[in-house]
């Protein structure tokens, strides 16, 4: 069984960073039953997504889905990144945002996607320089998200319009908002360019602990129980039909990856804060990981209610035609591995 292929090249064009070889035309779709299947995965830099990241690194995947499988796996920065790749073809399955998969959904007419498992809740926060003290000192600011219309983006701009202030998509209202990547987003704020941003983490916990900023909203506290999703496992529609099978082997790797990083946390947090670095070129400073991986909590249940109300307030920001999600998930697969590992099944949404 090959271990993900580790090769990292630039995309200026959509901003992404690609590992692995392109697959031609046709791979991963093997045409008879004997021919190898490539599950293209992608997934972020993130802490929010240390389920990915320890299932790649652990070699968990690659040691679920078995021999005659072959996974090969692409980071990106943002959710509408990896959006593009899954309507490109170039993916089959990925980790992202609520709100990246409800656009997936939405714009293929409920075709092109499903949500197959939950991966995280939480770590997400709005972050700002000193002297914000309360949402009415926003006016005249400059913030940053990951981008237009992400997860963090929407609710970014939901929660402005909650306390009264405005945001246009251009830049412009009593808020300015500069979508950027997160890591310029951070040299950013410590050059004092922007005064704060939305950001998931690690990245909410650097502006503080390296930017000097303080957390004005931590999403948590927007939510019933401090539970909401951040981070679900989304596969294409074309890919579940044709290998369900091999999908179920990818969600066993999954399941395996969220009970390590459950119950070996600190090995979890050294395995996220090296690959991380492997990733993107720079080491995060100790402790980061350990103060951020404490607003985080993984879990297989993707949290319906919540992915249903991001979808209700990206519709009332324009970024969705219609919030009518019905079908985005299919958990049989999820189900069935849970049950076969002796855990209990996440009830239907």
């Known amino acids: 069984m090959e271990r993900p292929v580790s090769r990292i090249a630039a995309a200026a064009a959509t901003g992404l960073l690609i590992m692995g070889a392109c697959n031609a035309p046709g791979a991963g779709q093997g045409g008879g039953s004997d021919d190898p299947v490539t599950v293209r995965l992608g997934y ?27 996974l090969e796996t692409t980071v990106f920065n943002a959710g509408t990144d990896a959006t593009e790749a899954l309507f490109s073809g170039a993916l089959d399955a990925s980790y992202m945002g609520p709100n990246p998969a409800t656009n997936a959904f939405v714009k293929s007419g409920g075709t092109a996607v499903r949500v197959i498992a939950g991966a995280t809740s939480g770590g997400a926060a709005l972050v700002v320089r000193a002297g914000i003290e309360k949402p009415a000192d926003l006016a005249g600011s400059v913030l940053a998200t990951p981008s237009l219309g992400n997860t963090q983006d929407v609710a970014l701009r939901t ?14 209202g009593d808020v300015d908002i500069m979508p950027q990547a997160n890591g310029d987003a951070l040299t950013a704020f410590i050059s004092g360019h922007i005064d704060g941003a939305w950001v998931p983490e690690p990245w909410a916990t650097r502006m503080v602990r390296e930017g000097g900023g303080h957390v004005l909203v931590d999403e948590r506290d927007l939510w019933p ?29 999954h399941v395996a990856a969220t009970a390590f990083v459950n119950e070996h946390p600190e090995q979890a947090q050294e395995i996220v804060t090296t690959s991380i670095a492997d990733l993107t070129g720079a080491k995060l400073p100790a402790g980061t990981i350990g103060v951020a991986w404490q607003g985080l909590a993984f879990t297989n249940d993707p949290i319906a209610s919540s992915l249903y ?41």
């Not at 402005?160 to 405005?166: I, R, T, V």
Request: net charge negative; aromatic share 6%.
């Open 44 to 70: 972020f830099p993130n802490v929010t997504h240390a389920t990915a990241i320890v299932g790649v690194a652990q070699g968990l995947f690659a040691d679920a889905l078995g021999g005659g499988v072959h």
């Open 225 to 253: 129980d401090g539970a909401f999703v951040t981070t679900l496992l989304v596969i294409s529609t074309d890919f579940l039909d044709a290998h369900p099978d091999v999908v179920k082997g990818l969600l066993r790797g």
């Open 309 to 349: 109300a991001d979808a209700r307030d990206a519709k009332a920001l324009g970024f969705l035609e219609t919030d009518d999600l019905a079908g985005i998930f299919d958990l049989a697969l999820l189900n069935e591995v849970l049950v076969e590992a002796g855990a209990t099944p996440v009830p239907s949404p």
């Open 159 to 172: 929660w402005l319009a909650d306390q009264g202030l405005s945001a246009t998509r251009e830049g412009g």
